[in-house]
């Protein structure tokens, strides 16, 4: 089975800050990557998909980046909505494998 | 507009069975693959089973084999998931979701508000 490893687990940062996150996988996986966000009490949502495509009406300060087992997903600025607990998953012969999670913290 | 409602989430006991459901509407869902995901509480998300199209074609994560069955109508637009010898570890939110194989890419594109299942004597 494909392990991701999502970091950090958490992440505190100011309005208008430029927020990171990696995810790792445990064999090369190409493109087979996506970004959710989930806000308390809610669904996930998808935000990126295949890596780095920005999925229709998600706000362009959003992106990702990466291939093979290295991933990585930006918030450009961040904004006092994007509160959230945000996801890799990888998808993989008819299975898939989420990332542990990064909770997203206003500073 | 894409819904998705699922209901069927309750307290059951360790050993025992429940059937949750998810009703689907504002999409042809006979097109689509479906899937089940699930997050224990304040843990993260997990993907549980997939189903295709036409119902000939189901996948399960390792925990779940010979004790959950995924399943669907197409005539009702609902998807199902059989939990039987349920465990505390199965105790969860479930969230049915879309799953959209397109040529290169596979994404989870909608999913519903979810129905907790409660594993406890």
């Known amino acids: 089975d494909i392990q991701m490893t999502q970091s950090p687990s958490s992440l505190s940062a100011s309005v208008g800050d430029r927020v990171t996150i990696t995810c790792q996988a445990s064999q090369d996986i190409t493109n087979y990557l996506n970004w959710y966000q989930q806000k308390p009490g809610k669904a996930p949502k998808l935000l990126i998909y295949d890596a780095s495509n920005l999925e229709t009406g998600v706000p362009s300060r959003f992106s990702g980046s990466g291939s093979g087992t290295d991933f990585t997903f930006t918030i450009s600025s961040l904004q006092p909505e994007d509160i959230a607990t945000y996801y890799c998953q990888q998808y993989d012969n008819l299975s898939s494998t989420f990332g542990q999670g990064t909770k997203l913290e206003i500073k | 507009e894409v819904q998705l409602v699922e209901s069927g989430g309750g307290l059951v006991q360790p050993g025992g069975s429940l059937r949750v459901s998810c009703a689907a509407s504002?999409?042809?869902?006979?097109?689509?693959?479906m899937t089940w995901v699930r997050q224990a509480p304040g843990k993260g998300l997990e993907w549980v089973a997939n189903?295709?199209?036409?119902?000939?074609?189901?996948y399960y994560v390792d925990s779940v084999k010979g004790r959950f069955s995924i399943s669907r109508d197409n005539a009702q637009n609902s998807l199902y998931l059989q939990m039987n010898s349920l465990r505390a570890e199965d105790t969860a939110v479930y969230y049915c979701?879309?799953?959209?194989?397109?040529?290169?890419?596979?994404?989870?594109?909608?999913w519903g508000q979810g129905t907790l299942v409660t594993v406890s004597s």
């Open positions: 504002g999409f042809t869902f006979s097109n689509y693959w």
């Open positions: 979701a879309r799953y959209a194989r397109l040529l290169w890419y596979e994404v989870f594109d909608y």
């Open positions: 189903i295709k199209e036409d119902g000939s074609e189901k």
